[in-house]
C-alpha cells in the first residue's frame, strides 16, 4: 500500500469527488448530492482553513520515553484517537463502484484493524441504516451507529436495532434536524429538546453521543440530557452553510464541559499534526470524514486500516517533536493559535 | 420554476450583468451604466464579502415550535422581511428586454405574489417614477416608490402622484445627492437638511423611509427628521466609491436608534441566512436588488415570487437551525462576527 | 479629452509603464530603471493597499453650502491641495517620446493650467534639474524644484539657480541619501543632519519643504531645521524596499506636528476620495507622481489639466458626500479606518 | 559574476529547485527530497510570509559616520552577521551537478572569501559529514559542522573530527530529532535532555551551537546545558510542519536569553532588509540556507563570495536609510511590525 497509488485508485473508483490534492472543500463547494458543504461551501472551507491558524510549537530538548498515542473510551483501549465520521449512502454521494455493504466494511473492518473504531451513517432509505449495522455485527459490535433525529419512535427503534448488535455505542447527528428533504421524503426529523434526549438515552445502556455542537450552550444541554460524549462538528458544512469552523469553537466549549462527558471532534481534519492540535485545545478524539471514503475506494480495507496509521504515525511524530509522552500531556501550550 | 433555468434566462435575456454564480461585484466593477459599483467597486464589493464574516452559531437542542417568518410594517403583515430593492431605468442599465412597465410589473406583483413588496425607482426622465406607480396603482398601492432628492417642488410633486396611487409608503434615496449628473440632465439633486426633511415628511401621512443611511449621526438625523424607517444603504456602492460595508455600519446604527424607527438595510444580501445575520445584528427587514432584477429577467412575475420563496425558504431554515421560533427571537447570540 | 482615449494614448507613447486599470506597482514591481518600486516592490505595492483599508463615512443630511476645494501655501491660492510630485530623467524611466523639456513643460503648465502646482526633479545630469526649471522660469516661477541631498555646495548651488528663477518653493528629497548609484556616477549624496539642514534652509528665503519623512522624530527634525513643509513619502518605494505606507505613518506624524509645518503627502493617491482620506488624517494637500506621468505622455499640458480637474472633481464630490465644506471641514470623523 | 546570469545558471545545474523569482516556498512545497518544507509547506512559507510584516522605518535625518556590518564572535571578526545554513547531501536534495566536496567547497570557501563562515552538514552516510569537514580542515578550520542528535558515541566521535580539523565551533541540529527515516537507515536520532547535552557540551572547548530553537523554554534549555549559542529555526520546515515562522518567535526567545547565549536565526531570510529585521528584533546573526545553494550552483566560489557581498551591501544600504552606524545601533524603533 502507498499513498499515492491509494489516491489513484480512489480517483478512478469515485464519480463526485476530486480527490484533490488538499481535501479543502473549495473545488466541490456547493455540491449535493456529492461531497461538498452547503451554498457557499464556507463551512467546510473554514474548517479545514482554521486549522491552518493553529501552529505547533517544537521542543525536542527532553529526555525521550516510550511515546503512547492510545485511549480509552467506552471500556476499551484504540491504539489512536482517530475515527471515522459517519457517511452513508455512498451511491447517491460517491460512485456505483461499492454497494453501501461494502462501503461500510472497508471502513468499519479497516478501522478495527488499525485498532481504531468507525462512525456509521443513516438515511431515509432503511438499509442506509442497516448494512453498516450488518459490518458491525460481523465485527463484535465494533462500530459507532449515528441515527438520524427522527421522530421518536424510530429513533428508539433503531437503538434498539443498535444493541441487538451489541454495538459499543450509539450516536445522533441532532444538526440534521432541518434536513426539509428528509421530511419530504416521508421520514420527517426535527431538534430535540433536552427532556426528548434524556428519555431516549434513558431508554439505553448504550454511551450515547450527540453530534453537531457548535455552542457552548449546546453543549451543556448535551451534559443535562446525560450524553456520554458530544462531537463537535458542523456536518462537514452539510447542514447549515456559514457557521463557524469546528476547531474555533472547541476551545470554547471545551472550556466549559471537559472532563462532564468526551468531546470528539470532526471537520476538516486532514493530518496527525491537526489530531494533535484538536487534543491540544481539549478534544478527546478526533473523527475524519472524507479522506476515509477516499481511503475506502483507493485501496478497500487495506486502505481505511494504511490511512489511518498513516495519520497516527503523524501524530506520534508530532508528540516526538513537541516531548508530548501521551494524549494527556498534549497542552494548549504545545501549540500556538495565530492571526 | 427551478433557479438554475431561471439563471440561464437571464443570462440571455440580460446584456450588462454576467449573472455571475456569485454576485458579488467583482465582475462588473465600475460599470456604470450596467450595475457595477462606482470606481474601484469597493462599496459594492465589500459590502457581499463583510456578510461572509457573519457566521450562525447551529443550536438544535430545543423543543420545536411552528417557525414564524413575517414581520408587520405599515399596518400589514408580510410573509418574510424581504423586500425588492429600488432599480429604474431598466433599459439603461440591464438590456432591452423588458419595457420600464414590464419589469416594474414583474417585480411588484411576484413580490406582492410571494407576500412582500417592493421597493421602485425614480430618474431624470418621468417615465422612470411614473411607470412603476403605474403598476403599483393596479396592484392596490401594493409597492414603496422611492423619490431622488430633487429640489423639494419636485419632490412634493411625486409624493402627491405616489398619494393618488394609494401607496404603502414612501422613501427617499437621499444618498443620490451628489450625482452631478443628474443635474447636467436639467434635475439637479442635493443634501437636504433636517428641516428640508421635517418640511417633505409633514407634507404626507405616507410612512416616509430615508433609504441611504451610512452612520449613526444620519441615523440620528433621521429620527429628529420624523421618518418612519431608514434604509442602511450605501446605494450598492453605486453613489460614492469606497464606503464602508452596511452589514458593519448597521450594529452601530441599531444601538442608537432601534424602536425609534424601522430600520431596513440592503447591499450584497444574497441567502436566507444574510437576512438572518441583519435580523441578528439589529435590522427589520432586508432589501434585495441585483438578484431581483435577475429573477424578473430570468422569470418574469414568477421568477421574482420564486426568488422570494427561496430565499424565505433558506431564512425559515436557519431559524430551524438556530431555535428562533419568529423575528423577534433572531438575536445577536444566534450568530458570530470573525475575522 | 476623455480619460479612456488619455490612457490608450499613453500606453502607446510610454515603454516601460504598462498603464494598467489600476496603477497599484504589481506589475512593474523590482523595475529601476523603470517606475516600480525597489525590490519587491511591496513600498509602492503597501502604498495604494493601505488606503484602500480608509472608508469615508457618508452622510448627505445637511443643508448645502457651496463646497470649497482651494488651499493658500506659500502665500498663493491653488484650486486643489493636488500636486505633481517629482519625477525627472523620463528618457531613462520612461520612454523617447519626451525630451525632458517636453515632459516638464506638459507637467508644470497642465498644473499651472487647473490651478494647482508641480514639484519638478533632479539628477546626476544637470539637464534633469536646469530642464525643469527652464519651464518654471517660463512660468513666473510657478513649480517646486526637488534638490537630491547632494554635498553641501552643490545644494546651495542648485536654490541659487531656482532663486533667479522666482520659484515659489524649493524642495530637497532627503530619502535619496542612500542611492550608492549617484555616488559611482560622481554626485555622492548622503543623509544629512539637522545642523546642515539648519544652514541649507537659512542660506534662501524660500519655503523649504523636505520631502522623504517616514517618522515622528523625523518630522520633529524637520520642524527643528526651519522647514516650511514635509512631504511624507516613501519616494514611491523606489529608495528603500519594504518600508510603512505613507498612509499610515501620517497620523501618526500629523498629531506631533501639524500645524508647525505644512504637511504633504504622497504614494499610491489615485482618487479625490484618497485626496480625502489623506486630509482627513491630517495633510494639509497630496502629491501624485507616476498618474500624471500617464497624463502627460497620453495628453501633453491639457492632459495634465484634465487629470488634475479629474482628482479635483473627484474630491469635490467627496465633499458633497460627507458634508464637507472646504477643506478645513474635512476631519477624521469622516472617514473610518478598517481590518 | 552578475545576479541575473548567476540565477540563470543555477537554473541550469540544478534539477529539483526552480530557482524561483522569489524564494518562498510554495513551488517547491512538499517535495522532500528535493528543497521544499515539509506536508503543507506551511513551515517555510510562513517563514518568508512574516518576514514580509516587518517594515523598516527610513530616516535620513542625521549625521552620517562609517557603516560598520561587521561582528565578532568565536574571537574573530567576520564582515557581515550572514552565514551560510547547513545543508548536505546535495546529490539527494539538488542534482548530479557537484559532488559533495565540490558543493561544501563552493560554500566554505565562499563565505570565508567574502569575510563570513559557513555551517555545514551531516547525514546517515559518513560523507555527508566528513566531506564539508576536509574542505574546513583545507581552510584552517573556518567552518561549523553541524552534528545530528545521534547517539551519543557518535555525536562525540564527531566532535573529535571536527576539533581535529581546528573548526570555529560546532553545531547540533537537534531538530532532527523526530527524522524516524534515519533509524530506518541504521542510524537512529532522538530528543537529547539538558543533562544529555551538558555531557556533550562539557566534552569540548568548542562553541557549542543548538540548531532547532523554537520555544522560550527550549531557549532557557539551552542555556541551563551551556551552549554558547541557539539558532532559532525551524529547519526550513522540514523536520515539523506547521511551525511558526522563526522571525514571529525570535523577539520573544530575544528578550528572556539575549546576552546569555548568541542568538542566530534562519528561516526565508532572502536580503539585507530581512537581516536588518533579525537584528532589530534581537538575533545577533543570521543564517541563510536555499539562496546559498543557488549561489554555489549558479557561480561557485565566486557566486557565494558574491550573493554573500549583495545581501551584506543591501544591509548597509538599510543601516544608512535608518541612521544605524554599527549592528549595535539596529534596535526595535527602527522597524514596524504590521497586520
Known amino acids: 500500500m502507498n ?8 480517483r478512478k473508483n469515485i464519480k463526485s469527488c476530486r480527490v484533490c490534492q488538499v481535501c479543502d472543500g473549495k473545488a466541490c463547494k456547493g455540491e449535493i448530492p456529492g461531497i461538498g458543504g452547503k451554498g457557499t461551501g464556507l463551512g467546510f472551507i473554514r474548517n479545514y482553513e482554521k486549522l491552518r491558524e493553529i501552529k505547533i510549537n517544537m521542543d525536542t530538548i527532553y529526555s525521550l520515553q516510550e511515546v503512547d498515542t492510545s485511549i480509552k473510551l467506552f471500556g476499551k483501549r484504540f491504539k489512536y484517537p482517530i475515527f471515522a465520521a459517519p457517511i452513508g449512502d455512498v451511491k447517491l454521494n460517491y460512485s456505483d463502484f461499492f ?3 461494502e462501503y461500510q466494511k472497508a471502513i468499519v473492518v479497516g478501522c478495527k484493524n488499525a485498532g481504531t473504531i468507525a462512525f456509521t451513517g443513516d438515511g431515509v432509505k432503511d438499509y442506509v441504516f442497516k448494512k453498516p449495522l450488518e459490518v458491525i455485527g460481523e465485527n463484535d459490535g465494533w462500530g459507532i451507529p449515528t441515527i438520524k433525529p427522527w ?3 424510530e429513533i428508539l427503534r433503531k437503538i434498539r436495532l443498535a444493541e441487538e448488535k451489541k454495538v459499543l455505542a450509539v450516536a445522533m447527528d441532532i444538526d440534521a434536524a432541518g434536513l426539509a428533504l428528509l421530511g419530504m421524503q416521508g421520514k420527517p426529523v426535527s431538534p430535540k429538546s433536552v427532556d426528548d434526549l434524556k428519555e ?4 439505553t445502556k448504550l454511551p450515547f453521543i450527540l453530534k453537531g455542537i457548535m455552542t457552548v450552550k449546546g453543549a451543556l444541554k448535551a451534559v443535562e440530557a446525560g450524553a456520554y460524549g458530544i462531537v463537535v462538528s458542523n456536518h462537514g458544512g452539510r447542514v447549515l452553510d456559514e457557521t463557524l469552523s469546528t476547531i474555533e469553537v472547541l476551545p470554547m466549549i471545551s472550556r466549559e464541559v471537559k472532563g ?3 468531546i470528539f471532534v470532526d471537520g476538516g481534519f486532514r493530518s496527525g499534526l491537526d489530531v494533535f492540535k484538536a487534543i491540544a485545545l481539549g478534544a478527546d478524539a478526533v473523527l475524519i470524514g472524507r479522506p476515509y471514503s477516499i481511503a475506502a475506494y483507493g485501496g478497500g480495507i487495506e486502505g481505511v486500516e494504511f490511512y489511518t496509521n498513516k495519520i497516527g504515525g503523524e501524530l506520534h511524530n508530532t508528540m516526538i517533536m ?3 509522552k501521551d494524549l494527556n500531556s498534549i497542552d494548549e501550550s504545545m501549540v500556538t493559535i495565530v492571526k
Open 3 to 10: 499513498y499515492k497509488i491509494l489516491l489513484e485508485n480512489a
Open 99 to 101: 454497494t453501501e455493504y
Open 151 to 153: 421522530k421518536k419512535d
Open 200 to 203: 431516549i438515552i434513558a431508554s
Open 260 to 262: 462532564k462527558l468526551k
Open 322 to 324: 513537541t516531548g508530548a
